[in-house]
């Protein structure tokens, strides 16, 4: 570990391009920076608050050659996020254990990005930088230790989700309590931790509400972004109730996206409170735009027979879009529209490869779709037993689809004997693992036991 800290150090007087002339500065730094590398720094925080990536990155490099932590942090952060340079973990690494090694009141806060980017590594144009979840804990106590309230999100984050520790939700929860008072993320994963593990209705609304408060205020302050981030609150039915008018009426406020990233959550969004027309528009624009997941949705939504949006001519191109991307999914949408004949023309050997292609490559999906078209007689077998063999083998992996077709296979007995006792026995593991066919199913004969 020194030999790489040793490394990594020593990497920064190569990134900063230091000319012959060494600076001399105090070990004991002080909070600020002085003369002309201050005005440099200053030049360059003006420059990141217009969002002016590229002279904030020039800038913060003339600043940095002061070796000021307040300065190697900075700039740091810009190769950490790829503002104004290409993102680069190795070279950030190295501007933050630089400012890490040295006595100043800044110390905390190059523990604490030091600490976030040990958390996952990364590639970039210096190499790789690879994670170091050990170290990452330790330097966030440290940065918490020294003030970095930031830091307890992070702890809890690891705690919550077992990142290099086995998950704790007492401890996640205890981190997430100390950074809700100025963190609204933090607020918010600590209600759905408190409703997960059985916390107070009290607590839970509390946490919800201050969450809630504070992306509100940021939000009303200028981060549009934050109105999604709401949205999707009251989008989910998880820390508090799910509002669908209050969902729209929080999207008014956010501006045609032109982030791949934001339309496909803005879809899921509008998706979920059963805004159609709005979630196909997202989709529209990120699978204009070349996003292999929007096109596969589309392709699912205008293949179904009888949908609100049903339209082979679209769905099947944009199915062929997808599968030119090696989407699975798409190969089974269309493979399947194409068994049935509806709603595209019916191109059952096309369809057959198509299903076979899926299951190939690997997906449960294919699996399940081609062992289910086996046994409803729109494929031919290849091998004896072949449907049954597939859909056995993706229920022994605990899925509720294979277990309902398994059900309703022996229930109709096309190519399996017909077994009543079998089929509902079959049927009922569906429904216990989650298959709505097979739960309605039950219901509808009175044997909603499972």
């Keep these: 570990m020194k030999k790489r800290h040793l490394a990594v150090a020593g990497a920064t007087a190569v990134l900063l391009g230091l000319t012959g ?18 005005s440099a720094f200053n030049r360059g925080t003006q420059a990141l608050r217009a969002d002016d990536f590229e002279r904030a990155a020039a800038q913060y490099r003339a600043a940095a ?6 300065a190697l942090v900075a700039y740091g952060r810009l190769y950490s996020k790829g503002q104004g340079v290409e993102r680069d973990p190795v070279r950030a690494a190295a501007l933050f254990e630089d400012a890490y090694s040295k006595s100043s009141p800044l110390k905390g806060k190059a523990a604490l990005e030091l600490g976030l980017l040990l958390l996952h590594g990364g590639n970039g144009p210096s190499g790789q930088l690879p994670a170091d979840e050990p170290r990452a804990k330790s330097l966030l106590l440290e940065a918490l230790d020294r003030g970095e309230r930031r830091a307890a999100t992070s702890l809890a984050r690891i705690y919550d989700r077992g990142i290099g520790v086995e998950p704790d939700p007492e401890k996640a929860i205890t981190y997430y309590l100390e950074a809700s008072p100025d963190d609204a993320y933090a607020a918010r994963d600590l209600a759905r931790l408190l409703k997960k593990h059985g916390g107070s209705e009290q607590d839970i ?63 899921r969004i509008y998706s979920r409170v059963g805004a159609r027309q709005k979630r196909n528009r997202m989709l529209r624009l990120a699978a204009d735009d070349g996003d292999v997941w929007a096109q596969t949705q589309l392709a699912r939504i205008h293949l179904q027979p009888r949908g609100a949006d049903t339209n082979g001519a679209v ?19 269309l493979g399947l529209a194409m068994l049935r004949g509806t709603p595209v023309e019916k191109e059952p050997l096309l369809g057959e490869s198509l299903l076979r292609r899926a299951h190939d490559a690997g997906s449960m999906r294919g699996t399940i779709a081609l062992g289910a ?25 605990g899925s509720a689809d294979a277990m309902s077709a398994l059900g309703f296979a022996y229930l109709k007995g096309t190519r399996l004997p017909q077994d009543q006792t079998l089929a509902m026995t079959w049927i009922r593991k569906a429904a216990a693992a989650g298959s709505k066919r097979a739960k309605a199913f039950l219901i509808d004969r009175g044997k909603d036991s499972v």
Excluded at 65 to 70: D, I, L, Q, R, V
Excluded at 211 to 237: H, P, T
Excluded at 315 to 328: M, P, Q
Aim: hydrophobic share 35%.
């Design 21 to 38: 002339c060494a600076i001399d500065l105090p070990s004991n730094y002080k909070s600020q920076l002085s003369g002309g590398y201050a």
């Design 205 to 267: 609304a509390k946490a919800a509400e201050r969450a809630i408060g504070q992306f509100e205020l940021r939000a009303k302050a200028g981060d549009k972004k934050l109105w999604v981030q709401l949205a999707d609150i009251y989008s989910r039915d998880e820390i508090v109730d799910a509002d669908p008018d209050r969902v729209l009426d929080y999207l008014q406020h956010v501006a045609d996206p032109t982030d791949t990233a934001m339309q496909r959550r803005l879809a």
């Design 65 to 70: 050659e002061s070796g000021h932590p307040k």
């Design 373 to 397: 078209a086996i046994l409803r007689g729109d494929v031919a077998e290849r091998s004896p037993g072949e449907g049954k063999r597939l859909l056995e083998t993706a229920a022994e992996e």
């Design 315 to 333: 769905g099947r191109y944009y199915a062929e879009s997808a599968i030119g991307k090696g989407s699975e999914a798409a190969m089974v949408y």
